[in-house]
């Protein structure tokens, strides 16, 4: 152990594991730092859940290593999983079944149903504590297999698709948990597909796909590498004045070319005699030309510019790594 | 990080949650407590029935034309559930008897002729065919018609008695201490029973404990925390547990009713053997409880287990197959290797303990076997658990479940 060493919780080494006809993960490497929240993206079938199951030793690579807090052995007891893949005892009180799973974590009866009865506080859900789950709601259900997850302060939480069945209030709530779970000291290993939400959550990022890495890093490292510098998009939308021509998709692409935006232009209609204009831009670009430009022809409705979000990010670094139709092919056998 | 951590063993949690699952249950519960008051009830209902049937006995019309039989005779007078009416003349003319019994005055009638004895018939009159006081009334008559045999025959009732002397056995044995009780033999197979129907009331809780957890998704939360091995070794604790819970009141209940009631309890037995027996209960039952976790491990939901629950009420009953061999030769070469063998050694080596066939350094080692074959067993269950658990909507092969258990 050289827990205060290492700034590296977790990490994977070329992990690979294959099944009957096809290779899940493919020599997958990533490290998770102490204290960091770390996204874990990727399509359907990408291998994600497969790779997080090896973290866990639930099942074994094929080849490479995980060490966990500079161990080869993955201390279990140390470790909160939420899984994709879950369920509890329905026929159970919810205050049973946390300290049932407490105590499978190591603590001790007592403590346990004290660390669970302490989560129900802050997800709202005290007064269930005697309820069965199968008298919850699928979103409280949700917060109680939460809860059971972190409630022995693992010092690494991995959570494989939290936000599963919950509304977004309830979204926000778990966003601030997690948080707070963080700033406890607890590193979080998070995987999920509400990106706007992971967006706002994580430090950093690894995109997989077909099991191999696709991109990694923190939002900004990725925006930059797979938008070639440009990492703002400028949208505007364009009609016709009283007595002028409709817009034009080649005019509004001349004008843009004209005005030093020299990425990729994307014009779509956006209703009867109206365009929509997307570009990508450098930090900082004026766009001001573009702007004169464009309102000597039409008239602009609307201006917006805003940093590529992760969304973006993720569809043109898979599509880069796969193509669209690998990732149709992917999302059907999913 | 809680010092607990480090000092239960990680099967401890699931072996206590489940065992507290399970006896909570109502439905447990009722079966504990119901067991020995159905047990109480049907033995006390059966004798409710009998002294019933006796107030109420069959009434039946008597007319004999054999010179000497009579319903007072001691074969006849003393059948508690018949109500002799002697019926002589018109009244005892078949076509009489018929109107009488129509009318509800006699439940039937007996014509006994003269030459009954000699292989006339007796003639019945009942409403329906083969009412059951016929095998009643028969089995007196046969006899009186034996004596009247007899009698014919020169040979008065002494001489009859004399003929019907059974043998006398006197045994001498070549091994004094060989010698067996009925106690022994009693107390030997009340365990097996026990063990049987512990078996059975123990696997629709097997079922939901390993299936239904399968199913309901919770296996991966908790593998994620402990090993399989571990999941599986708590469970099967659990349900060891479970069943001698159940084999302790249930086989409590009957020793405490046998002493209340008017049962005649075997003779005395001796501590060895009980000890002996109870081992044989205890390791057998987790051996057959390893077994059907390890076939439960292996199916994805419960509606799938309806097609293996009946191989669990058929397969126990297997050894019963061999039981007389064992009863018969109980040193023979086959009762020995059977006996050995862990599949039949709860239900065959009892019984050859209590008939003094198995020395001591043979019952150990068939329960040592016994023993070995439940740790297989226990890990095959705990490698069926691990390779099945990540397959959702898919059962676990024999095949494969041989290939990971060697990996």
């Given at each position: 152990m050289n827990a205060a060493a290492s700034p590296s919780i977790l990490a994977v080494h070329g992990i690979t594991k294959a099944f009957k006809d096809r290779v899940a993960v493919d020599a997958l490497s990533f490290e998770v730092q102490r204290g960091e929240i770390f996204g874990f993206l990727g399509p359907n079938g990408a291998g994600k859940t497969t790779s997080l199951r090896m973290i866990l030793g639930i099942t074994h690579p094929d080849s490479g290593t995980v060490t966990f807090d500079g161990s080869p052995t993955v201390d279990r007891r140390r470790i909160g999983y939420l899984p994709e893949e879950r369920g509890l005892f329905e026929d159970q009180k919810v205050i049973d079944t946390l300290g049932y799973l407490g105590q499978l974590r190591g603590m001790s009866p007592r403590e346990a149903r004290a660390a669970g009865m302490q989560w129900l506080e802050r997800l709202g859900l005290a007064d269930r504590a005697k309820s069965k789950l199968n008298e919850l709601s699928k979103g409280m259900?949700?917060?109680?297999?939460?809860?059971?997850?972190?409630?022995?302060?693992?010092?690494?939480a991995v959570l494989d698709e939290p936000f599963s069945g919950l509304d977004p209030l309830n979204q926000e709530l778990?966003?601030?948990?997690?948080?707070?779970l963080r700033d406890q000291g607890t590193t979080v290993l998070f995987s999920a597909h509400?990106?706007?939400?992971?967006?706002?959550?994580?430090?950093?990022?690894l995109l997989i796909?077909?099991?191999?890495?696709?991109?990694?890093?923190?939002?900004d490292a990725m925006r930059s590498a797979i938008t070639g510098g440009a990492s703002e998009t400028l949208v505007l939308e364009l009609s016709a004045r009283d007595d002028g021509p409709s817009p034009d998709a080649a005019a509004a692409r001349a004008a843009f070319h004209r005005a030093g935006i020299a990425g990729a232009v994307k014009v779509e209609s956006a209703g009867v005699g109206r365009l929509r204009v997307e570009a990508g831009l450098p930090p900082l670009h004026d766009v001001g030309p573009a702007l004169a430009a464009l309102g000597g022809m039409y008239a602009i409705t609307r201006v917006e510019t805003a940093p590529i979000g992760l969304h973006e990010i993720y569809l043109r670094a898979v599509r880069s790594a796969m193509g669209d139709s690998a990732l149709e092919e992917d999302a059907a056998r999913a | 990080m809680p010092d607990a951590r480090r000092k239960r063993p990680e099967w401890w949690p699931v072996a206590r949650f489940e065992f507290l699952r399970v006896v909570r249950r109502g439905d447990f519960l009722v079966s504990l407590v119901l067991m020995p008051v159905l047990s109480v009830g049907l033995s006390f209902g059966a004798g409710w029935i009998a002294n019933r049937s006796a107030n109420e006995p069959v009434k039946l019309a008597f007319s004999s034309a054999a010179p000497g039989i009579d319903v007072r005779l001691?074969?006849?007078?003393?059948?508690?559930?018949?109500?002799?009416?002697?019926?002589?003349?018109?009244?005892?003319e078949p076509e009489a008897l018929k109107t009488a019994i129509e009318a509800k005055t006699y439940d039937g009638a007996v014509l006994v002729p003269a030459g009954f004895a000699a292989g006339d018939s007796v003639r019945v009159l009942a409403k329906r065919s083969r009412p059951g006081w016929v095998r009643k009334v028969r089995e007196p008559l046969t006899e009186l018609a034996r004596l009247e045999r007899a009698r014919a025959a020169g040979v008065d009732a002494a001489g009859l008695t004399a003929i019907d002397e059974g043998i006398r056995i006197a045994e001498t044995l070549t091994r004094p201490e060989a010698k067996t009780s009925k106690g022994d033999m009693i107390t030997a197979m009340a365990l097996v029973f026990l063990l049987l129907i512990t078996i059975y009331a123990t696997a629709a809780y097997l079922a939901v404990g390993i299936t239904g957890e399968k199913q309901a998704r919770v296996t991966e939360v908790i593998v994620s925390a402990i090993k399989p091995q571990a999941w599986m070794d708590g469970k099967l604790v659990a349900f060891v547990l479970i069943g001698m819970l159940m084999a302790t009141v249930w086989?409590?209940?009957?020793?405490?009713?046998?002493?209340?009631?008017?049962?005649?309890?075997p003779p005395a037995v001796s501590p060895a053997s009980i000890a002996a027996y109870l081992l044989f209960l205890v390791a057998g039952f987790a051996f057959y409880v390893s077994m059907f976790a390890t076939i439960l491990a292996t199916i994805k939901d419960m509606q799938?287990?309806?097609?293996?629950q009946a191989y669990f009420y058929f397969i126990p009953v297997i050894p019963f197959i061999f039981i007389e061999t064992i009863l018969d030769k109980p040193e023979s070469t086959l009762a020995v290797i059977l006996s050995w063998i862990p599949f039949f050694a709860p239900m065959l080596m009892p019984a050859r303990i209590a008939l003094k066939a198995a020395p001591a350094w043979e019952w150990i080692g068939a329960l040592l076997v016994l023993i070995a074959a439940t740790h297989f067993m226990r890990l095959l269950a705990g490698t069926a658990i691990r390779v099945g658990m990540l397959m959702y909507g898919k059962e676990v092969n024999l095949p494969e479940l041989l290939r990971w258990a060697k990996d």
């Open positions: 259900q949700q917060k109680i297999q939460f809860a059971g997850a972190v409630l022995h302060a693992p010092t690494l778990f966003l601030s948990v997690v948080r707070d509400q990106l706007n939400l992971v967006e706002r959550l994580c430090d950093r990022f796909a077909r099991g191999r890495e696709v991109i990694t890093g923190s939002l | 001691p074969a006849l007078d003393t059948l508690a559930t018949v109500k002799w009416s002697v019926v002589s003349g018109a009244n005892a086989g409590g209940s009957a020793l405490l009713f046998a002493v209340f009631s008017s049962w005649q309890l799938s287990t309806s097609r293996v």
